[in-house]
């Protein structure tokens, strides 16, 4: 039997919200660690990989690793039912070939369900570099993130990243000109206003706008977002579900070979 609660529904909506676009089906793997996944992209380029830790759920339940195969789109539906403070139980029985999704409105006062019918999706093991060191680590504002990418996709199809230990920058070409967005650390009082960076070499890097700009539907999840950036390796984007116990949401990019 799995079965885990959520005191307020609206993490895994946002968290359905960012990865729709990218990832058509995929498995949650609902193990004694959590909910996991781990899906690519349909051109392989990027890779999302979600872990909602045990500790982010209200009541978490899972006698054995429970495969569940979902279609985003079905996912995203199914949501649309939960209010952002309604409560949601996800039940799955061990032999069962649907899961059932609970939602609670915030004072008991509506119940709705739906019992979804799963899917049989081939899984690819997926090599994710866990415990690389990136030379470049930027934590930003996530809306800061967002503006950026959603700013300069209007000039061009790839954004260069260039890091160094005077800040970030971010780099579009096009036809009608080139444009620059520079962003440096700054302190603040408020976690999500600072800006930090950790740059031991400079890395420079090209990458596809298009996904920076899907990774960035994220943005409801977190305050912040860290970047994590190589030369020659994919790039890190990473939103966390609250507390380092409630666990994360990564984007991995695939850089743009130069011809």
């Given at each position: ?16 919200e960012a990865i729709k676009e990218l990832c058509k089906e995929v498995n949650l793997d609902c193990g004694e660690k959590g909910i996991q996944l ?222």
């Open positions: 039997m799995f079965e885990a609660k959520l005191s307020k529904g609206a993490v895994l909506k946002k968290v359905i781990q899906a690519m992209d349909s051109s392989h380029v990027s890779l999302v990989s979600l872990h909602m830790k045990e500790h982010i759920f209200d009541s978490y339940r899972a006698d054995r690793l429970k495969v569940l195969g979902v279609s985003m789109e079905s996912l995203a539906k199914i949501f649309k039912i939960c209010g952002n403070d309604d409560a949601v139980t996800i039940k799955c029985e061990d032999d069962s070939d649907q899961v059932q999704f609970v939602f609670e409105g915030e004072h008991d006062d509506r119940i709705s369900d739906f019992a979804l019918k799963l899917l049989d999706i081939e899984s690819e093991q997926l090599g994710i570099p866990e415990g690389m060191q990136y030379p470049c680590v930027v934590k930003m504002p996530a809306v800061e993130f967002m503006k950026i990418v959603r700013d300069l996709k209007e000039f061009g199809d790839s954004i260069k990243i260039v890091g160094t230990k005077d800040g970030l920058k971010f780099t579009v070409e096009g036809d009608i000109g080139t444009g620059n967005v520079m962003v440096k650390p700054r302190d603040s009082d408020k976690d999500e206003e600072k800006v930090t960076l950790s740059c031991d070499d400079t890395v420079d890097a090209t990458f596809a706008i298009r996904y920076l700009n899907f990774f960035s539907k994220a943005t409801p999840l977190s305050n912040t977002v860290q970047l994590q950036i190589a030369n020659d390796q994919p790039l890190v984007v990473e939103y966390a579900l609250g507390d380092a116990d409630s666990g994360s949401l990564r984007f991995f990019l695939a850089p743009k070979i130069e011809e």
